[in-house]
């Protein structure tokens, strides 16, 4: 309620002051509001209350359109628009946007993405990942008890035990399947994700130990980071190359932009970095 008013007030004041300044200058300025304009607010206002708008709803939206651009135009004839971070910024990005489109060309090729794969290769790779089993010891028994645990179990395994009968009970897995080792540093924490690659395969080994405790492990397959097919990725890939074209995009139009003007910097300050 009250910033709708004091607005209105400001508009009414500016429009005072400015007809007193220089009266008639706006006069004879023209405002086409065409259909396609006419169109646009008509979608604007099915998406938002979703059904279209009346003949009256419609008149109401063209003439607050045409209110709009006139409190614009007195405005920017006042230089408000001046020294405006807010106008400055929507103004640039508008412009940036133009850029873009104008720069934009035909979709990606399969070679295209590839080759942004290879030069990007640590935002595509997946991580390793490794199956296992283990066998948890309580990180807040005694050293002593967990060194006496573990070759207990070990000789228990040896005898074909159920390694699932075995150590403390313990809501962590007692065995994954191709897990990331993220995952793996997530859920055991990064010292036991660490050692996993390294240890041999098919044995048990430990102990081991990890931010919760001590585990005997039998790691039983390793694969290695790699860059998945193009087709496994093929939407993030074209998302982050487009990304990647609209930002290459702004960078060289305003380059070109920035060359046509002598800018002077009195303040004896760093060579500023680039900047999309």
Excluded: C
Aim: net charge neutral; proline share 8%; charged share 25%.
């Amino acid at each position: 309620g009250e910033p709708i008013l004091h607005f209105a007030l400001i508009g009414a004041l500016l429009f005072f002051v400015y007809g007193r300044i220089n009266p008639g200058a706006a006069a004879g300025e023209r405002i086409v509001v065409t259909q396609a304009i006419v169109d646009d607010l008509a979608r604007q206002h099915q998406a938002r209350w979703m059904r279209p708008p009346s003949e009256q709803e419609l008149a109401n939206l063209v003439e607050a359109h045409v209110r709009d651009e006139i409190l614009f135009r007195e405005g920017v004839a006042l230089g408000l628009d001046s020294d405006d971070p807010v106008i400055k910024r929507r103004v640039r990005q508008k412009l940036e946007l133009m850029a873009e489109e104008q720069m934009a060309g035909a979709a990606p090729t399969d070679a295209e993405l590839s080759d942004y794969m290879a030069r990007n290769a640590a935002r595509f790779t997946r991580p390793a990942r490794v199956s296992f089993e283990q066998i948890f010891f309580d990180g807040s028994r005694t050293v002593a008890e967990v060194e006496r645990a573990v070759p207990a179990s070990n000789g228990a395994l040896a005898s074909g035990a159920d390694p699932a009968r075995l150590g403390q009970p313990t809501l962590l897995p007692r065995a994954a399947e191709a897990m990331p080792l993220d995952m793996v540093a997530r859920d055991f924490g990064s010292a036991l994700a660490e050692q996993l690659p390294k240890l041999p395969q098919g044995v048990w080994v430990g102990p081991v130990s990890s931010a919760l405790g001590a585990h005997l492990v039998r790691v039983t397959a390793v694969q290695p980071a790699a860059l998945p097919p193009l087709d496994d990725v093929r939407q993030q890939v074209a998302r982050e190359w487009e990304n990647a074209r609209r930002e290459r995009s702004r960078t060289e139009s305003y380059r070109k932009l920035r060359d046509r003007y002598d800018v002077v910097v009195e303040p004896k300050l760093p060579q500023a970095r680039p900047t999309p």
